[in-house]
Each structure stands twice: as structure tokens, then as C-alpha cells.
């Protein structure tokens, strides 16, 4: 079972942060991503829609063999996690929130905390709720930003576009006198070194997709799941082609890339 691919997805090119850094992780994992470009962003998309979306993705990678599934999008983790470990119990599932959660309840402490992300991650309180229930005396002051994922989507990275909508996000008085900023959506890694910019180091940014794929490595290792033969591919789906994906794809692992369109709603 070690050989078989690990699973990820997400609405679009952010979740290729969490493959991007488990490949360099685990060089010799196989893994089949899942873009539902089609339906992005999930941000923007009700609780309901957001499980459905994500089940049938899950179903789909479980299909092709997958040993383990990654939920690499927040909203998604946040709206659906449960809903499809309800309906897949014999392979693991690990989502973008929990790992990012354990992590700031071991090396936080006594910090002031802001979080941004999509309003369905935002919405539905998911971080506040977890951290406070590990870390009791951690002030959480989260904040909307539903125009980061489009705006990073369309490649308005170190553009004067992402500084401006950036300005304005971080300036919100919910934002001020944090010490720590968690990156509450899979997309965001992205624009990480324009955050950084903006709060002239006065502010850590932590990276998420880091601090994930550290947690999936460790998890995969316990259940013996890494595989050691060194016989990877990785094979890259979208649920509608767009150009962006594929040369966000190529940037971030430049060989062996196979992108195939498969709407598995039809």
C-alpha cells in the first residue's frame, strides 16, 4: 500500500503549497491532485455545496488507489472534513486546520493571533474555536479576505493589484497589534513574502504549508505508509482546464507533470 499515490486537493492552485512541500519532504511519493477548478473559490460557496464538492473529490481519488487523502484547502477542511471521514473510514484523511491548530498550541503562548482567510473558513470560527478549546489565554482576531484567493488565482503576485488589496486587508483595525499572523487558506503561502514585506518583520507569518507537511510526514511515517522506492509520478486533474493552473503546476515541479481535465460531475 505504501506505493499507491497520496490524494490532495483543493479549489484550485492553492493546495499545490502542501504538494509542493511534501514532495520535497517525501521525494519518492507518488500524487494525484485534484483542482475543481470548475467550482472555485470555495470560499464563496455554501456549507452544503462545499461537502458535496469535496466528497465526490474524495471518492474520486479514492478510486484511483489513493493511501492517504489530503484536504489541502481550509474552507473545504473547514465545511467537510467530518462529512467525508464519515463516508471513507479506511484510509486516512488529513485536513489544512488541525495540523496549523497543534501547531500554535506548542509554541504559542500568550501571543496575540490574526487570521485571515476565506469567509467560509472565517465564518464558521473554526480556528478560534479549536485554539481556544488547546490554548486557553490566546487572543484570535480573524478577518475575511475574500479577494486573496481570485486575486492569486489570476497571478496578481508581487503586483501593484496585491499590494494595494493587501494595504487594505491588513490595515483592518482587527489586524492591529498582532504578533502572529496564521495564513488561514492554502492560497496564501503564495503572497507570503508580500505580507512579510508589509509588516517590515513586525509580524511572524507563519507558513502553512510547511507546518502541514510536516504533520502529514510525521502521521505517514507512523502508519507506514512512506514509500522507499523511489518510483514516483505525479499526475495533476482539473475539473475545468484553465492556464493558470497549468503553469502553476509546472512552476512548482517541472517534470513528469501530466494534467488531465475530468469533470466528474458529468
Known amino acids: 500500500m505504501e506505493n499507491q499515490p497520496i490524494g490532495i486537493f483543493d479549489s484550485g492552485i492553492g493546495g499545490l503549497?502542501?504538494?509542493?512541500?511534501?514532495?520535497?519532504?517525501?521525494?519518492?511519493?507518488?500524487?494525484?491532485?485534484?483542482?475543481?477548478?470548475?467550482?472555485?473559490p470555495y470560499?464563496?460557496?455554501?456549507?452544503?455545496?462545499?461537502?458535496?464538492?469535496?466528497?465526490?473529490?474524495?471518492?474520486?481519488l479514492k478510486s484511483k488507489k489513493c493511501k492517504a487523502i489530503v484536504i489541502a484547502c481550509n474552507s473545504a477542511s473547514a465545511s467537510a472534513y467530518s462529512f467525508i471521514k464519515d463516508h471513507i473510514k479506511d484510509i486516512p484523511i488529513y485536513n489544512a486546520i488541525d495540523p496549523l491548530v497543534n501547531f500554535i498550541s506548542c509554541n504559542y503562548k500568550g501571543k496575540k493571533l490574526g487570521i485571515?482567510?476565506?469567509?467560509?473558513?472565517?465564518?464558521?470560527?473554526?480556528?478560534?474555536?479549536?485554539?481556544?478549546?488547546?490554548?486557553?489565554?490566546?487572543?484570535?482576531?480573524?478577518?475575511?479576505?475574500?479577494?486573496?484567493?481570485p486575486m492569486i488565482e489570476e497571478g496578481f503576485i508581487n503586483h501593484e493589484i496585491s499590494a494595494t488589496i493587501l494595504k487594505k486587508y491588513?490595515?483592518?483595525?482587527?489586524?492591529?497589534?498582532?504578533?502572529?499572523?496564521?495564513?488561514?487558506?492554502?492560497?496564501?503561502?503564495?503572497?507570503?513574502?508580500?505580507?512579510?514585506?508589509?509588516?517590515?518583520g513586525n509580524v511572524k507569518v507563519l507558513d502553512s504549508a510547511e507546518i502541514i507537511s510536516d504533520f502529514i510526514t510525521l502521521e505517514l511515517q507512523k502508519s507506514n505508509l512512506i514509500n522507499t522506492n523511489g518510483e514516483r509520478k505525479y499526475h495533476f486533474v482539473v475539473s475545468n482546464y484553465t492556464r493558470s493552473f497549468e503553469k502553476s503546476a509546472f512552476y512548482f515541479f517541472k517534470e513528469n507533470i501530466k494534467l488531465e481535465e475530468i469533470d466528474i460531475w458529468k
Do not use: M, R, W
Request: positive net charge; aromatic residues 10%; glycine residues 4%.
Open 170 to 200: 491588513l490595515n483592518n483595525k482587527k489586524l492591529q497589534n498582532i504578533d502572529t499572523l496564521i495564513l488561514g487558506c492554502t492560497h496564501y503561502p503564495l503572497i507570503k513574502k508580500e505580507i512579510e514585506k508589509f509588516y517590515k
Open 43 to 60: 470560499g464563496e460557496k455554501s456549507h452544503e455545496a462545499i461537502k458535496n464538492y469535496s466528497l465526490q473529490i474524495a471518492l474520486f
Open 17 to 40: 503549497t502542501i504538494a509542493y512541500a511534501l514532495k520535497n519532504k517525501l521525494p519518492n511519493e507518488s500524487f494525484i491532485y485534484f483542482g475543481d477548478t470548475k467550482h472555485l
Open 116 to 149: 485571515i482567510g476565506t469567509k467560509a473558513t472565517i465564518n464558521s470560527n473554526i480556528y478560534e474555536d479549536k485554539i481556544n478549546k488547546q490554548s486557553k489565554g490566546l487572543k484570535v482576531f480573524s478577518l475575511e479576505t475574500p479577494l486573496l484567493a
